[in-house]
């Protein structure tokens, strides 16, 4: 494992050297080749399985964590119907086509076409927010802030994802009578969003903001409170509550350290996962790519996935252009973020073998064979998806975020204008609130 772990980062990160795909297509792409190249499947070896199984309890809190420890509070306070219908409008299209196209191209029943359906709609923004960051650098996107705009809208974007797909996941594989699997369904994400504040206070007020090892301590509670409530949902079968409160959890505690002095996505707790991110990584991603078994497909089923997974994404790429119209953004600038909104990674690297190992013991065949197969129709998109998302947003950015998308010469002008004394209190005021503007931008 650790051998096939390395080899996925040396690829990975080569194959970024060279072209403009993102690495994490390498890393899946290598597993995916030891999968089924190599000598026998390790997985089937229960200490390597184990630890691939309880890998997957750590991924998410790593990722769930840094997102939202440099979401921007701020820009999605003053702009939140654009944020939120983003985030969630194409989720939904996807998810419901998935599920139509998965039921029509797929034989399956509707409950795994929505349970396919809530893991493939998941966008990945850290595979496209560096791209968009570096345009932004150059002064491209910056009049309606593109940049914060899918950042933020696509942490949102999976927050949804953990909440709505814990709950389908917990109502299709627990065992339960209707009534409670309705009301669980009901109160799982209230719950996660109450524990997550809690603990989010909890990480600000313990220890004292100037101790010395406040950092550590911090960046200790965070995983360690996250791990407890992985676990505890996992058992109790509360899916979709753990995923809210770790990303509630960091976006509360990253807004109160910013009233004390610690910068968003600028201190020293993010630095901390920001690091924890680069060596879990190349295991998450490597890892899921060795759950691709070409010698479970024929010809036809392929053609039939590729179909089903390029035909919703259509659909969501649609959606996310008129969401864009219709928030005042140019045709170029929407066109630029539907592109944006192609990538699938993280969420569906995570839960790659989450219909297998959350299946009942007394499942039937066909279900036994459902589940099997979501590991290779996930791998599948995850490649395509991140390699086309990478690859365009990074060829077609320069050109659709052109000279009707950059700060107006009207706004420029005055930007120049402004007194020094002016200048200065309102760049302070800007650094206080995390919130980039036509002036920070030439400051």
Same mark, same amino acid.
């Given at each position: 494992?650790?051998?096939?772990?390395?080899? /996925?980062?040396?690829? @990975?990160?080569?194959?970024?050297?060279?072209?403009?795909?993102?690495?994490?297509? @390498?890393?899946?792409?290598?597993? =995916?080749?030891?999968?089924?190249?190599?000598?026998?499947?390790?997985?089937?070896? +229960?200490?390597?399985?184990?630890?691939?199984?309880?890998?997957?309890?750590?991924?998410?809190?790593?990722?769930?964590?840094?997102?939202?420890?440099?979401?921007?509070? *701020?820009?999605?306070?003053?702009?939140?119907?654009?944020?939120?219908?983003?985030?969630?409008?194409?989720?939904?299209?996807?998810?419901?086509?998935?599920?139509?196209?998965?039921?029509?191209?797929?034989?399956?029943?509707?409950?795994?076409?929505?349970?396919?359906?809530?893991?493939?709609?998941?966008?990945?923004?850290?595979?496209?927010?560096?791209?968009?960051?570096?345009?932004?650098?150059?002064?491209? !996107?910056?009049?309606?802030?593109? =940049?914060?705009?899918?950042?933020?809208? /696509?942490?949102?974007?999976?927050?949804?994802?953990? !909440?709505?797909?814990?709950?389908?996941?917990?109502?299709?594989?627990?065992?339960?009578?209707?009534?409670?699997?309705?009301?669980?369904?009901?109160?799982?994400?209230?719950?996660?969003?109450?524990?997550?504040?809690?603990?989010?206070?909890?990480?600000?007020?313990?220890?004292?903001?100037?101790?010395?090892?406040?950092?550590?301590?911090?960046?200790?509670?965070?995983?360690?409170?996250?791990?407890?409530?992985?676990?505890?949902?996992?058992?109790?079968?509360?899916?979709?509550?753990?995923?809210? =409160?770790?990303?509630?959890?960091? @976006?509360?505690?990253?807004?109160?350290?910013?009233?004390?002095?610690?910068?968003?996505?600028?201190?020293?707790?993010? *630095?901390?996962?920001?690091?924890?991110?680069?060596?879990?990584?190349?295991?998450?991603?490597?890892?899921?790519?060795?759950?691709? $078994?070409?010698? %479970?497909?024929?010809?036809?089923?392929?053609?039939?996935?590729?179909?089903?997974?390029?035909?919703?994404?259509?659909?969501?790429?649609?959606?996310?252009?008129?969401?864009?119209?219709?928030?005042?953004?140019?045709?170029?600038?929407?066109?630029?973020?539907?592109?944006?909104?192609?990538?699938?990674?993280?969420?569906?690297?995570?839960?790659?073998?989450?219909?297998?190992?959350?299946?009942?013991?007394?499942?039937?065949? *066909?279900?036994?064979?459902?589940?099997?197969?979501?590991?290779?129709?996930?791998?599948?998109?995850?490649?395509?998806?991140?390699?086309?998302?990478?690859?365009?947003?990074?060829?077609?950015?320069?050109?659709?975020?052109? %000279?009707?998308?950059?700060?107006?010469? /009207? $706004?420029?002008?005055?930007? %120049?204008?402004?007194?020094?004394?002016?200048?200065?209190?309102?760049? +302070? %005021?800007?650094?206080?609130?995390?919130?980039?503007?036509?002036?920070?931008?030439?400051?």
């Amino acid at each position: 494992m650790s051998g096939v772990v390395i080899a /996925g980062y040396c690829f @990975g990160h080569a194959l970024e050297r060279f072209t403009t795909i993102n690495p994490v297509v @390498g890393m899946t792409f290598m597993g =995916a080749l030891y999968r089924n190249l190599g000598p026998t499947n390790f997985l089937e070896n +229960s200490t390597a399985n184990s630890i691939d199984f309880h890998l997957r309890r750590i991924y998410p809190v790593i990722i769930l964590t840094k997102g939202p420890l440099s979401w921007n509070w *701020e820009y999605i306070k003053n702009n939140p119907v654009k944020v939120f219908s983003l985030a969630t409008l194409p989720w939904i299209i996807e998810c419901l086509s998935t599920a139509f196209l998965a039921h029509i191209l797929l034989n399956y029943q509707w409950k795994w076409g929505l349970h396919l359906g809530a893991i493939l709609s998941s966008v990945s923004p850290a595979l496209i927010v560096p791209t968009v960051v570096a345009l932004k650098e150059r002064g491209l !996107g910056t009049k309606h802030e593109i =940049a914060l705009l899918v950042g933020n809208a /696509g942490g949102l974007d999976t927050a949804f994802t953990e !909440g709505i797909f814990g709950v389908t996941n917990s109502a299709i594989f627990y065992e339960a009578s209707l009534t409670y699997k309705i009301i669980k369904g009901l109160l799982a994400i209230f719950v996660g969003i109450c524990l997550g504040i809690a603990w989010g206070v909890l990480c600000d007020v313990i220890p004292d903001h100037n101790d010395l090892y406040a950092p550590t301590v911090r960046s200790l509670l965070i995983f360690g409170g996250g791990m407890l409530v992985t676990y505890a949902g996992g058992y109790l079968g509360w899916g979709g509550t753990s995923g809210v =409160a770790i990303m509630v959890c960091a @976006g509360v505690a990253a807004t109160r350290w910013s009233r004390r002095g610690w910068p968003i996505n600028d201190n020293p707790v993010s *630095e901390v996962y920001k690091l924890l991110w680069r060596i879990f990584e190349p295991m998450l991603f490597t890892l899921s790519g060795y759950f691709l $078994d070409v010698s %479970q497909l024929n010809t036809k089923e392929f053609c039939l996935i590729i179909g089903c997974i390029i035909s919703a994404l259509f659909l969501r790429m649609l959606t996310a252009f008129l969401v864009g119209l219709a928030n005042n953004l140019s045709i170029k600038e929407s066109v630029f973020v539907s592109v944006t909104w192609i990538p699938k990674a993280i969420v569906e690297a995570v839960l790659v073998r989450v219909a297998a190992d959350s299946i009942l013991s007394d499942a039937s065949e *066909e279900d036994k064979r459902t589940a099997a197969q979501h590991a290779n129709i996930i791998v599948i998109a995850i490649l395509i998806t991140s390699t086309a998302g990478s690859v365009l947003t990074t060829a077609l950015g320069p050109i659709l975020l052109s %000279q009707d998308s950059r700060i107006s010469p /009207g $706004d420029f002008y005055r930007a %120049q204008t402004l007194s020094p004394a002016s200048s200065f209190h309102d760049s +302070s %005021q800007i650094r206080r609130n995390n919130a980039p503007s036509t002036l920070s931008i030439y400051l």
